[in-house]
């Protein structure tokens, strides 16, 4: 009988734990506007303060002026893969990887953020995608698009969607 009223506390405080697990984990979900990355809006980028500078950057560039009520590129047509299946696993690492560091190494943020090599091989990627027409008279972009030798876009087109940092 012992034991059997251990196990029942043991149960209860397991259950108690997890409500609370999955009520902060809601909590901290809406407050951060979770739903909204589940979007392709620009504008569920600029729910951290330090995406400000880089949001008010993108809406004066060429890329957010709207055509049709939409803009010519959202942050994720430059900076995530065009396939559904790489979109879905970069956002995911993304946010995962955000996630961690705004709970857990607040003192150690840049004031912004800086692009990785995984990032910037995706928006190379992406500019050639969207302006293949334009880059194919300029350059071959099917040759050497990683390499270190190959002519970057943003190396002449820096301030294209947002000035700060790349």
């Known amino acids: 009988m012992e ?8 149960f209860t405080f397991f259950i108690i ?7 902060l984990g809601f909590y901290t979900f809406y407050n951060a506007k979770g739903i909204s990355y589940f979007s392709d809006s620009s504008e569920a980028c600029n729910n951290c303060h330090i995406m400000n500078d880089v949001y008010a950057d993108y809406l004066k560039s060429s ?3 709207k055509i049709a009520g939409q ?10 893969p065009h396939g559904f299946v790489d979109k879905w696993i970069a956002k995911a690492q993304s946010g995962v990887g955000h996630a961690y560091a705004f709970t857990f190494k607040l003192d150690e943020l840049p004031t912004n953020l800086s692009a990785n090599e995984k990032s910037k091989d995706i928006v190379q990627a992406n500019c050639i995608s969207c302006h293949y027409e334009m880059v194919s008279n300029v ?28």
């Open 3 to 10: 034991k059997d009223k251990k196990v029942s506390v043991f």
């Open 17 to 23: 734990l997890l409500f609370v697990f999955f009520a």
């Open 71 to 80: 803009p010519r590129a959202s942050c994720g047509d430059c900076h995530l």
């Open 139 to 166: 350059i071959n972009p099917t040759t050497n698009p990683h390499g270190d030798n190959s002519l970057k876009c943003v190396s002449c087109h820096q301030g294209v969607g947002h000035s700060r940092g790349f």
């Open 63 to 65: 890329h957010s002026k």
